[in-house]
């Protein structure tokens, strides 16, 4: 074992004592085995923390879509009571934003609707808010399908 304590030797020249300064001086730094260890803990901690963080981010984008489609609903909703003639739920959330006399209660939906599809009905926004279950485009976020299926569901070769 190697004394940690570095000895001190003196080297008398006349009336000067020097001090002998040791080749033998600690080496700073890691081992090769620290260093494997390190990068196994670190390797250990992402496999651990990747998938969860990938969760996150897909819950993040699913509340995404929720918010738009409550923002939807509240839109045709107000427009409902106002109306002679209300929005059916039928009819696709696009359609319902291009309607002149339905504009104003769709002022700032309009801007916030990125994440529903073009195909989307309004009764899929209704059973959205509800609570019901559904697939969005990882990549994009954007809404595909309800899990029970729906009127809105767009075909596989044309989602975004």
Known sequence: ?????AQK???RKGNLIYLK????KK??????????AVIAIIGMMASILLPKFTNYMSEAKKLKVVEQSRKVVM??????????????ETEKVSD??????????FEDVDKE???????M?????????????????PETGVFTNLEGGASGDIPQSKQP
Do not use: W
Not at 1 to 5: A, D, I, Q, T, W
Not at 96 to 105: D, E, H, I
């Open 75 to 88: 839109a045709v909703e107000s427009y409902n009571m106002k109306a002679n003639s209300p929005i059916k």
């Open 113 to 119: 609707t990125d994440k529903l599809s073009d195909n």
């Open 121 to 137: 009905s309004i009764q899929d926004c209704y059973r959205i808010v509800s609570g019901e279950e559904f697939s969005i485009n």
């Open 96 to 105: 319902a934003k291009g309607n002149s006399k339905v504009t104003k209660y």
């Open 27 to 36: 080496k700073k730094g890691f081992t090769l085995i620290e260093l494997i």
């Open 1 to 5: 074992m190697r004394n940690n304590k």
């Open 21 to 24: 300064r040791s080749r033998d």
């Open 9 to 11: 030797q003196y080297i």
